[in-house]
């Protein structure tokens, strides 16, 4: 029979009195967060309500008590705090699970003390930063970021939706309610409950449970904060003020052929948006276990890499998606018509004096030829140093300088953030595999405890169970001792009656059939009186030279005697008589039926200082088993909070080391955007000196053109 939990109203009533409701020290004496009527405010859920509770140390804590049962509750929240302990994620939250948590009605139920987060729910972010398009595409990736920490942690939330994602003041997401939770070592457990109905793919039955869960979601909160950022009007248009929702609800998964959200989204101008809806739609139909992880910059399907070309605009592959597509590219920089006139007269002048020196030497042939050659090497090294000096080459050297400095900077910066992203990554991974390796030792030391506890345990009922043998043993003979006391008591008092009441009984001629007065006399003359004086009759044959009847006569004092002459009828007769006698006596009379007090009390008095040592042996021993376990539980507490305490510091340094690390990728990927936009601007520069080379200088000096 399953456990009835309380009500909320039944919580209410409790948590007016935290020192008595509550079993843990920081919970006892905290102050409960209090509503209009001044009783304890409770924020209600599904089969749970949450209560906010100052405590004395200036912690804030929130205490979900729960409304109804849930398998394997206890052993579900040890696994995934065991395994969420060693992650360096900074989206969690610490929580402890309190088998005695709160005390309802004279009964003990189970609560979750939680760490009270600071934060706004993620519809009300959206509303506060409607319009924010920067904003909305950082928390779309912020979100992204999460997700792929718990596909890389092997996590899933079990509902990830709107109300269990909380943005904190500093924006960074923390994700609550761990109810449903799957890790790893959760493994062949069953699903605690299927997750909010406006977030589930229309396939999720409530059976399933793994690490793929949270895919549909993730792939829909993403998505619609993507459609956000490129048009907010979605918000009003979509979401229903009020609603459990963000742009979508659960019927337009079931038929989504039939949906007006989506056909809204499908019927939007920009071609992301119309996308987005396509997407959603696909995932829809797709079976659980068929659903892809985010992927925030892609479709949800697989990416295959392309390789590295120009762009049309004449950017390389590799800055495409970076920077926007550059604008048309300016009009084209020209030479100046007086430099190039300088430099023709220049020219054709130092041919004319080279000529006249030829003619007036009166050189060979070979000379002449020889001649031309050196004024036209001259000619072609003045033109050359003649093109560098024109200010066109000069603006258009100093652009491609920058350039090139630009792009070895922003490729420079791309590599340092993919070692970062390596880096983050490996943190993450290690993050996995201590998680995993704290379960495993936190198992393994609880196994161990378990053990050595049993085995004390064990030893101590031998301890005390020896003295409960002697103890035993003790009232067995104490109580045998009183009871044979009491019978012998019973039968000296029964057989004193009986000759007393014998005693009065004499023998007289004529009361025993056959005995007559010469018996009578015969008996009486060996003191034989009343039917106390004898025992036992026997008839002998008496001899005395002649063969006579006699009776041989058993007195009280176990003494037999002689008594010849009577008759073996009259014996029978007289054992008879003596028989009903003893009878009569027997039934009437009145023996104790407890031993008096002087008699019990010495004998109990012989056993008291016996049964005291033993008593106080067992209480001492009792006493000093029960301090030795809470010493060695104490011992064990100490070394499991010695294990997690290594643990937690391991993570949060990993924490900081993850923080640090993003930090620098963020630095490094605003430094890479900086040149890639600089990348750009001096692109469209160059574009506007791209006439200005050396075959089109020679050709500008000689055509004009």
């Given at each position: ?11 209410v009533?409790?948590?007016q009195?935290p ?36 405590a004395?140390?200036g ?5 979900k008590?729960f ?26 939250i ?7 948590g709160?005390?309802?009605?004279g ?5 979750l ?28 990736a912020?979100?992204a ?5 718990l ?21 960074a ?6 109810d ?12 605690a ?8 793919s ?8 793994g690490?793929?869960l949270?895919r ?8 619609s ?12 248009l979509?979401?229903e ?9 659960d019927?337009?998964?079931t038929?989504?052929g ?12 920009a071609?992301d ?12 139909a ?5 659903l ?5 910059d892609?479709?949800p ?9 120009a762009s ?9 998606g ?15 018509a ?37 004024a036209?090497?001259g ?6 140093l003649?093109?560098a ?7 258009r050297?100093t ?13 420079e910066?791309a590599?340092?953030l ?5 880096q983050?990554?490996?943190i993450?991974a ?16 609880r ?11 064990q ?7 020896a ?5 035993n ?17 019973r039968?000296?008092?029964r057989?004193?009656?009986t ?15 056959g005995v ?5 006399g ?14 036992d ?22 003494r ?5 002459g ?7 007769a ?8 003893l ?20 004998i ?8 005291h ?12 088993r029960q301090?030795?376990r ?9 070394q ?5 305490n ?11 080391a993850?923080s ?24 469209r ?20 053109r």
């Amino acid at each position: 029979m399953s456990l009835r939990f309380p009500t909320g109203g039944d919580y209410v009533e409790a948590i007016q009195s935290p020192g008595i409701c509550f079993h843990d020290p920081d919970l006892r004496s905290a102050v409960p967060q209090l509503d209009r009527l001044g009783r304890p405010r409770p924020i209600s859920g599904n089969f749970a309500s949450v209560f906010s509770l100052h405590a004395a140390s200036g912690r804030r804590y929130a205490v979900k008590c729960f409304t109804r049962e849930v398998a394997d509750q206890g052993r579900r929240y040890q696994a995934i705090s065991d395994y969420l302990l060693a992650l360096p994620n900074d989206w969690k939250i610490g929580f402890e699970y309190l088998r005695q948590g709160v005390l309802v009605n004279g009964r003990w139920f189970p609560a979750l003390k939680m760490e009270w987060v600071e934060g706004v729910g993620l519809i009300r972010w959206i509303e506060e930063h409607l319009g924010d398009h920067g904003a909305m595409r950082d928390m779309a990736a912020r979100f992204a970021e999460l997700v792929a920490e718990l596909e890389q942690a092997g996590v899933a939330h079990g509902d990830l939706q709107h109300g269990n994602l909380l943005v904190a003041p500093g924006g960074a997401l923390k994700l609550v309610d761990y109810d449903g939770m799957f890790v790893p070592t959760l493994a062949g457990f069953p699903a605690a409950e299927r997750g909010h109905r406006h977030y589930q793919s229309p396939h999720r039955s409530g059976v399933e449970f793994g690490p793929h869960l949270d895919r549909f979601s993730a792939w829909l909160i993403h998505r619609s904060l993507m459609a956000l950022s490129a048009d907010p009007g979605l918000w009003h248009l979509l979401h229903e003020h009020g609603g459990e929702h963000l742009l979508f609800r659960d019927e337009d998964f079931t038929a989504a052929g039939g949906s007006g959200r989506l056909a809204a989204l499908g019927g939007h101008p920009a071609p992301d948006i119309r996308a987005f809806a396509g997407e959603i739609a696909s995932l829809a139909a797709l079976p659980l276990h068929e659903l892809p992880a985010l992927t925030p910059d892609a479709p949800p399907s697989v990416r295959t890499a392309q390789p590295t070309r120009a762009s049309s605009s004449g950017l390389p592959a590799w800055m495409r998606g970076h920077v926007a597509t550059p604008a048309a590219p300016p009009v084209p920089v020209g030479y100046n018509a007086a430099a190039l006139w300088r430099t023709r007269m220049g020219i054709s002048w130092t041919y004319l004096v080279l000529g006249v020196i030829a003619w007036v030497l009166g050189l060979s042939a070979i000379a002449l030829v020889a001649t031309a050659m050196v004024a036209l090497g001259g000619g072609y090294a003045a033109s050359m140093l003649i093109f560098a000096a024109i200010p066109e080459s000069k603006a258009r050297r100093t652009l491609a300088a920058r350039y090139a400095r630009a792009r070895r900077r922003s490729e420079e910066d791309a590599k340092s953030l993919n070692a970062l992203k390596r880096q983050r990554d490996m943190i993450q991974a290690e993050g996995v595999e201590r998680a995993a390796a704290n379960t495993r030792e936190l198992g393994h030391l609880r196994t161990q405890h378990q053990r050595i506890l049993q085995e004390f345990d064990q030893e101590t009922a031998a301890q005390i169970g020896a003295y409960d043998l002697r103890l035993n043993a003790l009232q067995s003979r104490r109580s045998a001792e009183l009871l044979e006391a009491l019978h012998l008591l019973r039968e000296r008092e029964r057989h004193s009656q009986t000759v007393a009441h014998l005693k009065r009984i004499f023998l007289r001629p004529g009361d025993v059939h056959g005995v007559g007065p010469d018996t009578v006399g015969r008996l009486g003359h060996n003191g034989i009186v009343t039917a106390a004086d004898f025992l036992d009759i026997q008839h002998v044959a008496v001899s005395n030279g002649t063969t006579t009847s006699g009776v041989r006569v058993l007195l009280p004092g176990q003494r037999w005697i002689s008594v010849p002459g009577v008759e073996e009828a009259s014996a029978q007769a007289l054992m008879a008589w003596r028989k009903a006698h003893l009878d009569a006596a027997m039934r009437y009379a009145v023996v104790p039926a407890v031993l008096p007090g002087d008699v019990a009390h010495r004998i109990e008095s012989r056993y008291a200082a016996e049964e005291h040592a033993l008593r106080q042996g067992y209480a001492e021993t009792q006493l000093n088993r029960q301090k030795g376990r809470h010493d060695l539980e104490r011992k064990q507490e100490s070394q499991r909070v010695n294990v997690a305490n290594r643990h937690f510091q391991a993570a949060r340094n990993a924490t900081q080391a993850l923080s640090e690390v993003k930090r620098k990728a963020a630095a490094a990927k605003k430094d890479q955007m900086t040149a890639l936009r600089e990348c750009e601007e001096l692109h469209r520069e160059l574009l506007a000196y791209r006439d200005i080379t050396y075959k089109r200088f020679i050709r500008a000096l000689f055509t004009g053109r």
